[in-house]
T-cell receptor, first 113, second 113 residues
Framework: GDSVTQMEGPVTLSEEAFLTINCTYTATGYPSLFWYVQYPGEGLQLLLKATKADDKGSNKGFEATYRKETTSFHLEKGSVQVSDSAVYFC????????????FGAGTRLAVHP | DAGVTQSPTHLIKTRGQQVTLRCSPKSGHDTVSWYQQALGQGPQFIFQYYEEEERQRGNFPDRFSGHQFPNYSSELNVNALLLGDSALYLC????????????FGSGTRLTVV
């Protein structure tokens, strides 16, 4: 079945460092791809999404490009802030049914001043 | 505009008991999905409700059941609780015709002792 694999954390960075969180997927159809963020004690917030190959999703300085040839959707940010500390989840929308979301295990990001 | 509202925020139950969790979707949304997020893991799809019927189900036993009401709100019921049911339960709603436009609630933290 469809699945998502993302790099294990935690990722620890200094403020203003460059961020990359790797995400790869396996899917039989043509899923939409998402990055969600979860702050401590909260639910999930949609960070960005891409619905087809070569689309780039972007929001709040984060961006990710849907790469069908490498089945990847890596998250990047040029300069992280302490407030970006959270858990990041890569997910795909199952295109074969009613678009349920399939999540990766999450990557914890800690940014230090 | 209120987003997705879940209640209660926390609860503690004993093994073998039954629990009901509640979700009010975002205004204008008609589809409700439930996810289980164990500690340190990504959310897992439980089921989705649309037009008061279960439309799709993940790999969860029959102890997990749900309901959707005419006003689109939803309940998740879990019978014969096990220690392994301890998790954050997330509700997500989506608008008509846009099954990838999910909005998540903050979740209910269930602890089974």
């Amino acid at each position: 079945g469809d699945s998502v694999t993302q790099m294990e954390g935690p990722v620890t960075l200094s403020e203003e460092a460059f961020l990359t969180i790797n995400c790869t997927y396996t899917a039989t159809g043509y899923p939409s791809l998402f990055w969600y963020v979860q702050y401590p004690g909260e639910g999930l917030q949609l960070l960005l999404k891409a619905t087809k190959a070569d689309d780039k999703g972007s929001n709040k300085g984060f961006e990710a490009t849907y790469r069908k040839e490498t089945t990847s959707f890596h998250l990047e940010k040029g300069s992280v802030q302490v407030s970006d500390s959270a858990v990041y989840f890569c997910a795909l929308s199952d295109s074969g049914g009613y678009n349920k979301l399939i999540f990766g295990a999450g990557t914890r990001l800690a940014v230090h001043p | 505009d209120a987003g997705v509202t879940q209640s209660p925020t926390h609860l503690i139950k004993t093994r073998g008991q039954q629990v009901t969790l509640r979700c009010s979707p975002k205004s204008g949304h008609d589809t409700v999905s439930w996810y289980q997020q164990a500690l340190g893991q990504g959310p897992q799809f439980i089921f989705q409700y649309y037009e008061e019927e279960e439309r799709q189900r993940g790999n969860f036993p029959d102890r997990f059941s749900g309901h959707q009401f005419p006003n689109y709100s939803s309940e998740l019921n879990v019978n014969a609780l096990l220690l392994g049911d301890s998790a954050l339960y997330l509700c997500a709603s989506s608008p008509p015709g846009r099954m990838d436009g999910y909005t998540f609630g903050s979740g209910t933290r269930l602890t089974v002792v």
